[in-house]
């Protein structure tokens, strides 16, 4: 009998953990199957033995990833109750919380290999919903303006942070993370008709008279 159900919980989370870390290190190009191993413990064929390839190794780290980042913003935003801050606490985690390197990874196989491309795009839809919804609970109460539609303004804000979060993992001298985030902030404000900054302010104020 096979020995994979008695031993995916312990080995397949550590080789997926250290698939993660050596790709963002070294880049999926210059990663060998030997390299996950020895940072996982393992042999190469432990491995191979739950992944055939280093595109379907590198689909589900950024899976596990993903499903990791989602729990903890998600944890987070029932903790807030302005739109506003919400909105304000999922730029911060883009940029003091997440590392983009794997993301990298992804975009770039996602051109030629349809499993990495078909995870790039169910995070990405799961994402753009996520703000999506805070801007629709934002409009409902008359925080956010009406003026554009909050799918299309939640495209902007997430592409929008798909690319200054490429040239900040880039290193461009030009574009910080402190930059990142106001940028972000700016875009949404004037798309939003709203200080983010004040109202969520004004948010907790409200929230610290009634504790």
Known sequence: MSPR??????????ILA???????ERGLAATRIADIAERAGTSASGVL????????????ALTVDEERFNEYVTERLVTLRS????????FEACVDDYDWSLWIEVWSRA?????????????????????ARVIRTGQSSGE?????NPDQVALTLATLIDGLALQV????PLITSGQMLETCIVTAERLLEVDLRAEAAASEEQVAETA
């Open 144 to 148: 956010f303006a009406r003026t554009h």
């Open 83 to 90: 739109p506003s801050a919400k909105l304000l606490m999922l």
């Open 5 to 14: 159900p008695h031993i995916e919980h312990i080995r397949k989370p550590q």
């Open 18 to 24: 250290a698939a993660a870390e050596v790709i963002t």
């Open 49 to 60: 033995y739950w992944f055939a390839t280093k595109d379907e190794l590198l689909a589900e």
């Open 111 to 131: 051109l030629h290999d349809d499993k990495t491309r078909a995870a790039r795009q169910r995070f990405d839809d799961r994402w753009r919903e996520m703000i």
């Open 169 to 172: 993992t880039l290193r461009d």
